[in-house]
């Protein structure tokens, strides 16, 4: 084979490859559309969260849960969202019963196939576990601070 034979074959071969590994990475990978929508949810999440924590303080400090959310975003150095970041929609928010309330949102990806390496999904994660769509998780104030110390590993 003459020398223009091979480099002509080795460049064949280098771009097979170069096809190969760019068709493996987007097989792989999410689409960057799936990969927004994911932060977006776990922006979600992290602002159920807060308000979950913002919905044990009031109800630390007075003795009952807040009628609305917007009680709990007027509270005096509070910055709470408590809209959807994309829709500007509010969260939905409901006491069920003396500690009992009700945090619902929209989600634009399910939490079903989520791990974290080997294991299932971490403490906070799994307590945010959520399907595509509409979704409600029931809380119970004081529940946060009860399931993060039951947590703790004694030595």
């Not at 990475?25 to 999410?30: G, N």
């Not at 602002?47 to 509270?75: C, F, G, M, N, Y």
Request: proline share 5%.
């Amino acid at each position: 084979m003459s020398r223009q034979g091979v480099g002509r074959s080795m460049l064949i071969a280098a771009t097979v490859i170069v096809i190969g590994t760019l068709a493996t990475a987007v097989w792989v990978m999410e689409s960057p559309v799936k990969q927004r929508d994911r932060r977006i949810d776990e922006r979600r999440t992290e602002q159920l969260d807060a308000i979950a924590d913002a919905v044990d303080a009031w109800t630390r400090e007075h003795k009952r849960l807040p009628a609305s959310l917007a009680d709990l975003s007027t509270q005096p150095g509070a910055s709470l969202a408590i809209v959807d970041p994309v829709t500007g929609t509010p969260y939905e928010y409901q006491a069920v019963s003396e500690r009992g309330y009700r945090l619902c949102a929209s989600f634009a990806t399910s939490t079903s196939d989520r791990r974290v390496g080997n294991d299932t999904a971490s403490w906070y994660e799994s307590r945010w576990m959520h399907p595509a769509g509409r979704h409600c998780f029931d809380r119970k104030s004081g529940e946060s601070a009860e399931a993060a110390a039951a947590m703790v590993v004694a030595p």
